[in-house]
């Protein structure tokens, strides 16, 4: 397994594939109100992609961790991985 498919089994999935399942389970209930109010994209209750972007942010495994934070510690792990990469291709050579 690599870098990124473990980081997305460990960091991302146990969110996200809930947020999906609650999602599709919202929009079974929904249904007939979404069809009525499919041209207001300015109403996020019935918009999929807004539901489940307030989902996600109620849901943050991390939230009392800032923005500015979480940012700063995904460019680390980013430089972190190239560095590894790097270091891979060298060893290739």
Known sequence: MNEQQAYLEQNVYPVLLPALEDLLRWVQSHDSSMRSHRD???????????WLAQYLKRNNPRPHQPLKEVQ???????ANTEHK???GSEANK
Do not use: F
């Not at 207001?40 to 807004?50: D, F, G, I, K, L």
């Not at 700063?72 to 792990?77: D, H, L, P, R």
């Open 72 to 78: 700063e510690s995904v460019q680390k792990e980013d």
């Open 85 to 87: 990469q790097q270091k």
């Open 40 to 50: 207001n994209a300015q109403n996020s209750q019935t918009v999929p992609s807004e």
